[in-house]
C-alpha cells in the first residue's frame, strides 16, 4: 500500500504521539488512546508491562481501534467513552497476538522478533491473559451491557475460530466455506466487533447499527484474504514476517483451496501433499500453480467483493469525514501490500 497503512510509527504507540494520515480525522481521540493505554498497561509485575509494551510498541496498523472511534463519531458521538473502548478493543487483540505467536512458533511480527521468542511461550501466554482480563474490567468501566454482550460473545467466537483454524492445519480437504466461516471468526469478528460497539455506544438506529456491523465484518474478510493472497505474493521486507508462513505450517487458505479447484489432478495432488505435511519444500512449484491457475487473481476478486460489500453499508450513515474515511480504509484494505 502506498498511503497511511504503510507508515511505521503506530498513532497509538507510546512512542509517537502524531497521527498516520489515515488516522487524522480522529487525531485528538487517537491522542487520547494512546494516553489511556499507557495508563492501562501499568502492572505491579515488571515482566508484564514489559511484553505488553513490547508488543504494542511494535507498530501495527490499529484499524480495530480505528473502527471503534470511526463508528461513534459518524454518529456524531460527543462523549468520551469511545477512547477507552477503543483501547480495550486493541488490548484484546493484542493478547490474541501474543496468543497466536506462540500456538503458531513464529519469531517475526511486523519486521521484529515476536516476544515469544525474546521472552519465552509460558509468559507471552499469561501477558495475553492479563490483557484480555484488563480489558474486561474497562468494559465494565464503559458501562454498557449491549456492549458487553457483543465484546464478551466476539471472545468466545474468536476462540472458536482460533481453534478451528488450528484444527485444518494439514488438511487438504477443507472447502471454501469452511475457510470463510474460520476467517469470519478469527479475524473479522473482531473488527465487526469493533464498528459495531461503536455504533452502540453512540446510540445507532437500528439501521445504521446493523450497518456498522456488517461494515466491520465485511472489512475484516477483506484484509484476511488479502493477509492470505500476500502470503504467496508479498516481501518479506515489506510484509515483516516470511513470506510462505501460511504454506510452511500446512495452512489451507483460499489460494491453495481455489488453485486445487482448478488446477490438473497432478497439481491439486502435490498441494494435497503440501499441505498435509506443511514445509518450504515445494515452495516455487506451489506458486507456479497458484499463479498459472488464476488462484491468486480469484483470491483477489473475493477480496474486492467483501471492500465493496463494507462500502456498501455506509449509505446508511450521514455524510461526513468520518464515513469518508472509512471507505478510504475498505479501499486500502484490498490496495496494500503488507
Excluded at 509517537?16 to 499507557?38: E, G, K, M, Q, W
Excluded at 508484564?48 to 511494535?58: F, G, H, L, P, T
Excluded at 480495530?64 to 461513534?72: D, F, T
Excluded at 519486521?111 to 515469544?116: R, V
Amino acid at each position: 500500500m502506498n498511503e497511511s497503512m504503510t507508515a511505521n510509527a503506530s498513532p497509538t504507540s507510546p512512542a509517537s504521539s502524531s497521527p498516520a494520515p489515515l488516522h487524522a480525522v480522529v487525531a485528538d481521540d487517537f491522542v487520547a488512546v494512546n494516553r489511556t493505554i499507557v495508563e492501562q498497561l501499568s502492572s505491579k509485575v515488571p515482566l508484564v508491562a514489559a511484553i505488553s509494551e513490547y508488543i504494542i510498541e511494535s507498530g501495527g496498523k490499529r484499524l480495530r481501534p480505528l473502527l471503534v472511534l470511526l463508528a461513534a463519531r459518524s454518529l456524531d458521538y460527543q462523549e468520551d467513552k469511545h477512547v477507552l473502548l477503543a483501547t480495550l478493543i486493541e488490548f484484546m487483540h493484542t493478547s490474541t497476538l501474543l496468543h497466536d505467536d506462540v500456538v503458531d512458533e513464529s519469531h517475526l511480527r511486523r519486521g521484529k522478533k515476536t516476544a515469544n521468542d525474546a521472552w519465552g511461550n509460558a509468559p507471552c501466554v499469561l501477558v495475553g491473559d492479563f490483557l484480555y482480563s484488563r480489558s474486561f474490567q474497562m468494559m465494565v468501566d464503559v458501562g454498557s451491557m449491549r456492549i458487553m454482550a457483543i465484546l464478551s460473545a466476539a471472545t468466545c467466537t474468536i476462540a472458536e475460530g482460533e481453534v478451528q483454524q488450528l484444527t485444518n492445519i494439514g488438511n487438504p480437504s477443507i472447502s471454501e466455506a469452511d475457510y470463510f466461516e474460520t476467517i469470519q471468526g478469527k479475524t473479522a469478528m473482531l473488527f465487526e466487533a469493533a464498528s459495531h460497539s461503536g455504533a452502540v455506544l453512540a446510540n445507532a438506529t437500528p439501521e445504521q447499527e446493523e450497518a456498522l456491523k456488517l461494515y466491520g465484518r465485511y472489512l475484516g474478510l477483506a484484509f484476511q484474504l488479502v493477509d492470505d493472497l500476500l502470503d504467496y505474493q508479498g516481501s518479506a521486507d515489506a510484509m515483516g514476517k516470511n513470506v510462505g508462513d501460511d504454506l510452511a505450517e500446512g495452512k489451507p487458505t483460499l489460494p491453495l483451496i481455489n488453485a486445487m479447484e482448478r488446477g490438473t489432478p497432478e497439481q491439486a495432488k502435490l498441494i494435497r501433499q503440501v499441505i498435509r505435511k506443511g514445509g518450504l519444500e515445494q515452495l516455487d512449484e506451489v506458486l507456479e500453480i497458484v499463479h498459472t491457475t488464476g488462484a491468486l487473481d480469484y483470491t483477489r476478486a473475493r477480496a474486492d467483493e467483501m471492500a465493496d460489500k463494507a462500502l456498501a453499508q455506509l449509505e446508511a450513515l450521514p455524510p461526513t469525514p468520518f464515513r469518508d474515511t472509512m471507505a478510504h480504509l475498505a479501499r486500502l484494505a484490498v490496495e496494500r501490500d503488507t
